[in-house]
């Protein structure tokens, strides 16, 4: 197994060299070039809060007279941090562009993360840091990872340790301005790497739909890191830890459905309220629902995450129009009761609904239908590789005909997956197959099967013959196109 090396503590991916610097007048205005952050919001108790980086400008933000004021600290390009006596320090000039050095994703909807470091960044070697920690009145903590993960790739262990070296990160809330309001948090960008910019691993978390929360979307491994100079690609930087990748060229690894949620909880008064809102001394860890499948070509490994978590400050803006639920079609909407005595819903009333931000599979099946209780055994079939593939994303779903005659027919060729008892009152199979009405109608639609997207779209019809036979291939490959969508 590859040893795994600890890594010296690095401040937002950057060098510096330790230089007093006095705070410069005039902040707390928020004027052009400045974030912004919580100026002219109400604050207590009074005092600074601490340094950070944005738009190229190093800044605190001070509680003064009970309102947030903003000041530059340094010269552009450079960082600050606090030091014993509450004043703030500067560092080097950043090798890193501001965009990778603030968030590396600032921007959800485009989901773009870039794989480049400067090539001064590589030059620079391990940076002269310093040792922030030692000084407790440095204000908040900065965001550091702990923990790492490794794999198995090329016949070997290897793995990629981040224990104790600083992340970036970027974060989004809906503004909320009402007393006792809450602030969900809508998108998530976090970024680590080894010293000079190599190893980097992103995380892309969104918001998902109804009931689900923030959701991780994207994975990034960055195993060889591209070193541009003026624009041009001059070398790459490769991951020190991890296996001899064949490829020359910049290497990232891309994750293939991952599904997951973050440990992120959403904002209160009065971070809630705050255009930027400072979360000192938080705990990040990641929840997947199975390891990550992770890309590149025809090379893949797959990553578990369980040991990573990241410590310290976060920063998120508030935004007055974010959307605390990914937007989606309904689905068709029915209650009706589970009957399959192994289902977790079993005796429940419930719906389509009950499967918020996963593929769903519907088939209308008869207990007293040869195929449809073939059709029955192969769902259940279909969910169990699905589950074990890392694709427990998909649900499938099994209406029963309300003319019943003996339904443990169906349920005994089945496991888990629900079997909802359709009623005259109800009539789900019509509700159903309404978008598809015409030739057959009555019992002549057993055997009919709908999928839908994770926005409530669609995706896949497949129609019935009207005699009750059933080409069990063909089935599978119209299931399959479910299981296997982006979304």
């Not at 950057?14 to 070039?33: D, F, K, L, N």
């Not at 890193?96 to 968030?103: F, G, I, N, P, W």
């Not at 803006?317 to 005595?341: E, Q, Y």
Request: a negative charge.
């Amino acid at each position: 197994m590859t040893k795994l090396t600890h890594l010296w503590p690095l401040i937002l991916t950057v060098a510096w060299t330790a230089a007093a610097c006095s705070a410069s007048a005039g902040g707390g205005g928020g004027g052009a070039g400045y974030p912004g952050g919580a100026v002219g919001s109400q604050c207590a108790p009074e005092g600074t809060g601490g340094c950070y980086f944005a738009n190229g400008l190093a800044l605190t933000e001070t509680c003064s007279g009970g309102v947030w004021t903003q000041q530059q600290v340094c010269d552009a390009g450079r960082f600050c941090v606090m030091d014993s006596a509450g004043q703030a320090e500067c560092g080097g000039a950043s090798t890193v562009d501001d965009d990778t050095t603030t968030a590396t994703s600032q921007d959800a909807s485009s989901g773009d993360v870039s794989g480049d470091v400067s090539a001064a960044q590589s030059d620079a070697g391990s940076p002269t840091q310093p040792d922030i920690a030692a000084d407790a009145n440095a204000g908040p903590k900065p965001l550091t990872a702990q923990g790492g993960f490794v794999t198995a790739i090329d016949g070997g262990l290897h793995g990629v340790d981040y224990a104790g070296t600083a992340a970036t990160a970027s974060m989004v809330h809906r503004l909320n301005t009402k007393p006792g309001g809450v602030g969900c948090v809508t998108a998530l960008d976090i970024s680590v790497a080894q010293p000079g910019g190599s190893c980097r691993l992103d995380l892309s978390f969104v918001v998902g739909y109804a009931g689900q929360g923030l959701r991780l979307e994207t994975v990034r491994f960055h195993a060889r890191t591209a070193v541009m100079q003026g624009g041009s690609l001059i070398s790459t930087l490769p991951c020190k830890g991890w296996t001899d990748e064949p490829s020359t060229g910049p290497v990232v690894y891309e994750s293939q459905g991952p599904e997951g949620t973050s440990s992120i909880a959403s904002l209160t008064q009065p971070q809630a309220s705050q255009v930027q809102a400072q979360l000192p001394d938080q705990v990040l860890t990641v929840t997947l629902d199975a390891p990550v499948v992770m890309k590149f070509g025809a090379r893949e490994f797959s990553l578990d995450l369980a040991t990573l978590r990241f410590e310290g400050l976060l920063t998120s803006k508030g935004d007055p129009t974010a959307s605390c639920v990914k937007a989606g079609k309904p689905l068709p909407n029915w209650t009706l009761v589970d009957v399959n005595p192994g289902s977790k819903g079993y005796k429940n009333a419930y719906g389509l609904n009950a499967f918020p931000g996963k593929k769903v599979v519907v088939a209308l099946v008869s207990d007293w239908c040869n195929s449809c209780r073939a059709q029955a055994q192969l769902m259940q079939k279909l969910q169990d590789q699905a589950n074990a593939s890392g694709k427990a994303d998909t649900q499938m779903v099994l209406i029963a005909d309300k003319q019943k005659s003996d339904i443990s027919q169906l349920t005994k060729q089945v496991k888990n997956i629900p079997v909802f008892l359709d009623t005259a009152a109800v009539n789900a199979w019509a509700q159903m197959n309404a978008p598809h009405a015409g030739k057959f109608q009555g019992s002549q639609i057993r055997n009919s099967s709908y999928g839908f997207a994770k926005n409530g779209k669609e995706i896949m019809y497949f129609a019935p013959n009207g005699s009750g036979s059933l080409n069990l291939t063909a089935f599978q490959n119209a299931v399959m196109t479910v299981i296997n969508a982006a979304e």
